[in-house]
Nanobody, 121 residues
Framework: QVQLVESGGGLVQSGGSLRLSCAAS????????MGWYRQAPGKQRELVAR???????NYADSVKGRFTISRDNAKNTVYLQMNNLKPEDTAVYYC???????????????WGQGTQVTVSS
């Protein structure tokens, strides 16, 4: 099995910064894709950013230029640096990883437990 453990959420004022971390552990062969999603109250979960093993990234338009996703492949960890936060960024942020593991080298999708980010105006 694989576990994703997130940290770094909290309360910040508008214009402030936070850094989220997510570490994957367990029987892992590789993690082709790691990413962050968020879900605000009453809204659907949406992609924030994701990164593949080579470092190629993509971002939601709403966070481009403010958020930066990165990963440490040796530590199976993904980060999300969030700058110039806005009240509309308030949501529960979920780590997501596509993990290859098991005797058949199959790819499975995993989610973290979520971490609350609240931006006050």
């Amino acid at each position: 099995q694989v576990q994703l453990v997130e940290s770094g959420g909290g309360l910040v004022q508008s214009g402030g910064s936070l850094r989220l971390s997510c570490a994957a552990s367990g029987s892992i062969i590789s993690i082709p894709v790691m990413g962050w999603y968020r879900q605000a109250p009453g809204k659907q979960r949406e992609l924030v950013a994701r990164i593949i093993t080579s470092g190629v990234t993509n971002y939601a338009d709403s966070v481009k230029g403010r958020f930066t996703i990165s990963r440490d492949n040796a530590k199976n960890t993904v980060y999300l640096q969030m700058n110039n936060l806005k009240p509309e960024d308030t949501a529960v942020y979920y780590c997501n990883a596509e993990v290859v593991h098991g005797p058949l080298n199959l790819r499975f999708n995993y989610w973290g437990q979520g971490t609350q980010v609240t931006v006050s105006s």
